[in-house]
C-alpha cells in the first residue's frame, strides 16, 4: 500500500466514523483542536494527518487508535 493510498482509507474512515457519531467536520475539529478546514483537507485526502492529529481525531471519536486504521483491504 502506497502512502497516497493510506491517506485515502484513513480520510474515508475518518469520515465514516464522524458520520455514525453524527459530528459535523466543525465539531470534528473543534473537539480536536483543528479547524473545519483541516478535517475537510484530511478527509478529502487533500493532506496526510500527522500521528498527533489521528490520535486527537481517535480521543475527539472516543474510539481506540486502532480503529481509524480498520479498513479491509
Given at each position: 500500500?502506497?502512502?497516497?493510498?493510506?491517506?485515502?482509507?484513513?480520510?474515508?474512515?475518518?469520515?465514516?466514523?464522524?458520520?455514525?457519531?453524527?459530528?459535523?467536520?466543525?465539531?470534528?475539529?473543534?473537539?480536536?483542536?483543528?479547524?473545519?478546514?483541516?478535517?475537510?483537507?484530511?478527509?478529502n485526502h487533500k493532506?496526510?494527518?500527522?500521528?498527533?492529529?489521528?490520535?486527537?481525531?481517535?480521543?475527539?471519536?472516543?474510539?481506540?487508535?486502532?480503529?481509524?486504521?480498520?479498513?479491509?483491504?
Open positions: 500500500m502506497t502512502k497516497q493510498e493510506l491517506s485515502i482509507k484513513i480520510g474515508n474512515r475518518i469520515r465514516q466514523l464522524r458520520k455514525q457519531k453524527n459530528i459535523s467536520q466543525a465539531e470534528l475539529g473543534r473537539l480536536c483542536g483543528r479547524d473545519k478546514q483541516h478535517i475537510e483537507l484530511i478527509e493532506v496526510s494527518a500527522n500521528t498527533y492529529t489521528l490520535y486527537t481525531i481517535a480521543l475527539a471519536l472516543d474510539i481506540d487508535l486502532k480503529e481509524l486504521f480498520n479498513f479491509k483491504k
